[in-house]
């Protein structure tokens, strides 16, 4: 480790993500904030923390596991449905849909400002996202959203800024990617992993069936991930994230590495 690094350590630590109170989980899909983030919806909410969704595409393309005969057009009311039950379950306030097309058809533009307004309208403390920067991520909507967040948690307490989007200034003070190869901090999740199975499985049937080999394997890796990211914590079982404070957010290459 570099000393600028281990000096940074010091001088301006990661943020501890359960040190605040209030929380928008943003996915590019339903089920994308459970499966890279629910345990840690769950046990926030559950503490009393203000905890929000805000799903962006429809979904309407993910039709493997639908019922024969589903359209694009009935799979987004089935999954917006879905969506809506998941966070319930996981203990969140409330779920927007910005009700963007599935795959990427859509202008970027319109991704950021929709989600400038809710940031805007909901002033969370921290934001989730997907991490933009993993290297196998293929999918252009999960890098976009991830890109729109990072944008975005940035730029949210400028009000000028804000405003050019729509937007009113929001006190953003974290970035928390889910879905990293590159965690920085992580929250101990013995006791809520069940919970994040059932929001998945028991909610979003058009994706997970209960006999398919998607609900199969993603449980397996959800259990797997649990123990890995516990075993690296010492917390048992545990989600990991990448986290940006507004201090490392920018002119600071090392805060980029672990």
Known sequence: MSLTRLALRFAAPVPKIESFDRFLFI???PDDIEIGAG????KLAAAGKEVFFLVCMDGRYGLDYAPPGTTPEALVERR???????????GAKAVQFLDLCD???YERDELIRGIARVIGALKPDVIFAPDPDVDSECH???RNVGEA????AFFAPFAPIMARYGSEAAPVRALAYYMTAKPNRYVKTTGWLDKQLSSIFDCHQTQFPADSGAAKSVRLYLRLRAVDFGVRSGLGLAE???VLGQTQMHCLPEAGSR
């Not at 967040?149 to 975005?152: F, M, Q, S, V």
């Open 103 to 105: 795959g990427g058809f």
């Open 39 to 42: 345990a840690t919806a769950a």
């Open 149 to 152: 967040a990072r944008r975005l």
């Open 140 to 142: 252009v909507d999960h």
């Open 240 to 242: 990991g994230f990448r």
């Open 80 to 90: 917006r449905a879905e969506a809506e039950a998941s966070a319930r379950l996981l």
């Open 27 to 29: 996915g590019p899909h």
